[in-house]
């Protein structure tokens, strides 16, 4: 029956009740607070909820019975297991920037990586008769090993060959899996990447140009021309396919876009040129005065980065010393500078403030390798100088941080590369010592540190795990989900994964396991 007109209203979502006069309200109990928590009181005739689950009954002649009486159902709730890996997992979803909260150490971890004589050692196989192996020079997984699927692996070589390969974990008398061989330059390659879609590889070369190659096609499919000296580094744009930037010793970053094409058609291989150049972008050597004028010479580009969560930024480093530069590639040009109209000139959105290399020195060193954390790491820059020394810089500001260091590492050669791991919680550095050493981090609590923990600046974060055993010098490094490669100058790549049965194998018995394994020292 609908209300009268003359009967009142409750607006809706107004505070009322359902008794009209508000004296008329009881005056609830005083409370007895005797210190115990409150229980909710449950009637006789009430019984335990419980949540049913199926069971599946199976009959005799293995055909499933679903008809099961519901009232013979019983609950049980499983709980989730309580694992090293389950906890170091759910601890790493905090902010990095928590100065009181730390993450459980993983040095045990690290310490389980080992690498097999048999099963984890691939050779880079010389295109010429004089000799068997070849140095590489840079190696890089795909994307998609990184997020867990298969882990192919391309290495560059010092004669302008690529290797892909397939690190799957295999069993010492498994052969090797078949490789894809490309040779795109007659020249060293010092840097190759994939990109978004694993479908083509960037090679930077000492022949001054960058080639796109197909990995479906094993084909060569364009030439990026634009430098006047060797190709150090090259990056794809992760939200832009057709980008990427390279730079090179000559002190240029050069932008180029896959969909220009500066050739014609008639050419075999289309030819582009760079759509973007910056000059001198890390300075350039001064000159001592004098009646000769000479002209000074640009100071080389080591590594570039595109930041995750800037499309259009990009990070990079020098051979000079340990300043980063920021550059939004969208406007890079000052307007503030009428020398040249013809000519803009391009500086960086903004710079480091201060050069963390000469912090233990008055000389100031280069950056040789250069990698950006995610996860427990997000928001940080890690870069190895030649100084010997692993600097941590807080993005965006690139504002130095603290530093790392290890009694053996060396690093004063722009060959030896760092990477850091998928989940951002390790890093892995090459080193030129002759002993051939591989250096694991853990980079998960270097954005918590807190001086409220007594930890001083030069303190170290974790202990670093050193692996030991390779010939020649570790240049180039990287990580899948579950491993790491290391390529060294005796012609082979290594790869270590974590295995704590084999390790604790290992330690119990050295002399035995020397012949088969190799483990941290």
């Known amino acids: 029956m609908l209300d009268s007109p003359e009967a009142p209203r409750c607006e809706i979502l107004s505070d009322a009740t359902n008794v009209w006069d508000a004296s008329q309200l009881p005056t609830p109990a005083t409370s007895i607070h005797d210190g115990k928590p409150k229980r909710r009181i449950s009637q006789c005739d ?62 045990n971890i690290l310490q389980s990586f080992v690498s097999s004589h048999t099963s984890d050692v691939f050779k880079c196989h010389s295109r010429t008769v004089d000799s068997f192996v070849t140095p590489p020079y840079a190696c890089a997984y795909s994307n998609e090993a990184k997020r867990g699927g298969v882990p192919l692996l391309a290495v560059a070589t010092e004669q302008g060959s690529i290797h892909i390969l397939d690190t799957t974990k295999r069993k010492e008398w498994d052969c090797e899996p078949a490789r894809v061989t490309l040779e795109p330059h007659e020249n060293g390659v010092f840097d190759v990447k994939w990109n978004a879609d694993d479908t083509l590889l960037a090679t930077a070369s000492g022949d001054k140009s960058t080639r796109i190659s197909s990995v479906e096609t094993q084909q060569l499919l364009s030439i990026l021309d634009g430098h006047t000296s060797t190709v150090k580094c090259v990056a794809w744009d992760p939200a832009h396919r057709d980008l990427l930037t390279t730079g090179g010793r000559d002190g240029m970053l050069c932008l180029y876009d896959m969909r220009v094409n500066n050739l014609s058609d008639e050419d075999e291989i289309a030819a582009r040129s760079a759509v973007l150049t910056i000059t001198a ?28 969560d800037r499309p259009h930024g990009l990070v990079s ?15 890079p040009s000052d307007k503030s500078s009428k020398r040249s109209p013809k000519k ?36 940080l820059l890690f870069a190895l100088g030649a100084d010997s020394r692993l600097h941590i810089y807080s993005y965006p500001t690139l504002t130095p941080v603290r530093t790392e260091s290890h009694p053996n590492l060396q690093t004063n050669s722009f060959y030896v590369r760092l990477a850091t791991s998928p989940c951002g919680r390790w890093l892995a550095s090459g080193s030129t010592s002759r002993a051939g050493s591989l250096f694991l981090f853990d980079i998960s609590n270097a954005g918590r540190v807190a001086p409220s923990y007594g930890k001083g600046a030069d303190e170290p974060i974790s202990p670093t795990v050193r692996f030991g055993g390779q010939s020649g010098e570790i240049g180039a490094v990287d990580w899948a989900s579950d491993m790491v490669a290391s390529c060294t100058d005796d012609g082979t790549v290594r790869i270590w994964r974590p295995d704590l049965e084999v390790y604790q194998n290992c330690i ?13 020292t």
Not at 366 to 379: E, N
């Open 46 to 107: 009430e019984t335990p909820t419980k949540k049913p689950r199926l069971l599946v009954a199976e009959s005799s002649n293995g055909a499933l019975d679903v008809d099961v009486d519901m009232d013979d159902v019983v609950v049980k709730r499983r709980g989730s297991r309580r694992t090293v890996f389950r906890m170091m997992g759910l601890a790493s979803n905090g902010y990095p920037a928590e100065p009181h909260r730390m993450l459980l150490p993983s040095r």
């Open 281 to 308: 972008a890390h300075g350039q050597d001064k000159v001592a005065g004098g009646r000769r004028k000479v002209r000074p010479l640009p100071r080389g580009i080591t590594n570039i980065l595109y930041p995750d």
């Open 317 to 331: 480093s020098g051979s000079f010393d340990g300043i980063l530069h920021y550059w939004d590639l969208r406007l």
């Open 344 to 379: 803009p000139s391009y500086k960086p959105l903004f710079s480091s403030t201060m050069d963390p290399t000469t912090f233990h020195g008055a000389r100031c060193r280069g950056i040789t390798g250069m990698s950006q954390g995610s996860g427990p790491s997000a928001g």
């Open 508 to 520: 119990s018995n050295s002399e035995e396991r020397k012949w088969d394994w190799f483990w941290s």
